[in-house]
């Protein structure tokens, strides 16, 4: 499956694979009524209804939507977080029923007295690809002794690591009036880059190109071998960056990481909305506007996800 990019009178076919998307299970939605304001009824069905969102359904019903709106949009793979901690098993049970279309992903909280264990049956009998660390979610810095504990068993299990770095907002706490106690200060692509030169075997990942975070990331992307850059979400941390553009950002991405060392990635999450696909056609307008090459541009919409996942 795969988007058009035009050169010309040219037109050359990329696979596309998205390397980072969020799985908003049932569980998912359970996990938010530890907050007593939305307690009561299901919050698998409760939620979605009062965000207009549809309900999840199974973990299996879940995933064949994913599939269909991959079909609809020509997405060959993609990467689904489980987004709550201790909720792996929903998006492991979406990855076996659609192996070869899903990757999955779970979201750890390093101060878990079960955290080394839930990470040796993700990575063990679970199958699944990465792991996804918020350190200004959970109040665990990257350099923590628990952390780097995580960072170990990765490099055992040969999988990738996923740290978000600066900004961080969770859109569906937001909309519900929850509050985000996060600690931004945690999130330092710096400290990242100082766990990557330990475990050199290990791919790390810093999705939204460091969030806010932005030379920081380039710095730790220069410093190491193993560091990734994933493009997703909308990136309006820009703002933040007087003068900055998203077109600046990929031009200087590229500049330092080279297209080996970016994923893209959309940061889709709830349907309807479903697959965003007015953010892959803008990074794809801004990747030509630079003059990028179709090769290039394939490592980048699939051909660096096919290589630290897979096939």
């Known amino acids: 499956m795969s988007g058009d990019l ?90 076996r029923r659609h192996p070869s279309r899903i990757v999955g992903a779970f979201m750890a909280d390093p101060a878990a007295p079960d955290a080394a264990a839930r990470f040796d049956r993700a990575f063990g009998e679970y199958g699944l690809g990465m792991v996804c660390l918020f350190p200004a979610m959970h109040h665990v810095p990257v350099d923590d002794p628990r952390t780097a504990a995580l960072f170990g068993l990765a490099e055992r299990h040969r999988r990738a690591v996923f740290v978000h770095c600066g900004v961080l907002s969770v859109g569906v706490r937001t909309k519900l009036g929850l509050p985000s106690r996060f600690d931004l200060r945690l999130g330092d692509p710096l400290a990242v880059a100082a766990s990557a030169v330990k475990h050199p075997d290990v791919p790390f990942i810093i999705p939204h190109f460091g969030a806010g975070f932005f030379r920081e990331a380039l710095m730790a992307v220069a410093a190491t071998s193993n560091i990734y850059l994933d493009t997703s979400s909308s990136n309006s941390w820009v703002k933040y960056l007087p003068g900055l553009t998203l077109r600046d950002v990929f031009a200087r991405a590229l500049d330092v990481a080279g297209p080996s060392r ?12 479903g697959w965003q696909k007015r953010i892959h056609d803008d990074q794809r307008a801004i990747l030509t506007d630079l003059d990028v090459s179709a090769d290039d541009q394939a490592l980048i919409f699939g051909g660096n996800f096919l290589r630290i996942f897979g096939g």
Not at 82 to 90: I, L, Q, V, Y
Request: aromatic share 10%.
């Open 6 to 95: 035009r050169r010309g009178e040219e037109t050359v076919v990329t696979t596309i694979r998205d390397a980072h998307c969020h799985f908003f299970s049932a569980g998912f939605f359970r996990a938010l009524t530890t907050d007593r304001s939305i307690a009561g009824a299901d919050a698998a069905d409760s939620i979605p209804a009062r965000l207009n969102w549809y309900p999840p359904g199974t973990d299996e019903q879940l995933a064949d939507r994913w599939i269909a709106e991959l079909d609809r949009h020509s997405v060959e793979r993609v990467m689904l977080i489980a987004s709550m901690a201790g909720d792996e098993r929903s998006v492991a049970a979406a990855s």
């Open 262 to 273: 970016l994923l893209f990635g959309t940061d889709s999450s709830f349907f309807p909305r």
